[in-house]
């Protein structure tokens, strides 16, 4: 498994922005396939963005798509969420998770590593 720190989170007002991090540390970075989630209260998790282990291919989800870009520095061992034109409905939870293997996917349930989660809030 890889261990997974995320940062970034915070408040900010609709419309603002917000670059999230995902530090990674234990394994071949390139190696995993990356994903974003997100859970709000009282909310299941759901899916935000994922990346291939070489950051070619990249999915969003349809609500945050032309809004939020996906990145990473194989080199740095870290992956990035950029956040812009953020509303009061992305507020929630971030997780960073990874899978072994280079193919991203939307669905939780296959990754194998998850961070702790980082905090965003949007006020109206």
């Known amino acids: 498994q890889v261990q997974l720190v995320e940062s970034g989170g915070g408040l900010v007002q609709a419309g603002g922005s917000l670059r999230l991090s995902c530090a990674a540390s234990?394994?071949?970075?390139?190696?995993?396939?990356m994903g974003w989630f997100r859970q709000a209260p009282g909310k299941e998790r759901e899916f935000v963005a994922a990346?291939?282990?070489?950051?070619?291919?990249?999915y969003y989800a349809d609500s945050v798509k032309g809004r939020f870009t996906i990145s990473r520095d194989n080199a740095k061992s870290t992956m990035y969420l950029q956040m812009n034109s953020l509303k009061p409905e992305d507020t929630a939870v971030y997780y960073c998770?990874?899978?072994?293997?280079?193919?991203?996917?939307?669905?939780?349930?296959?990754?194998?590593?998850w961070g702790q989660g980082t905090q965003v809030t949007v006020s109206s």
């Open positions: 998770a990874a899978k072994v293997g280079a193919r991203p996917s939307g669905s939780g349930e296959i990754y194998d590593s």
């Open positions: 990346i291939s282990g070489s950051g070619g291919l990249t």
């Open positions: 234990g394994r071949t970075f390139s190696a995993y396939a």
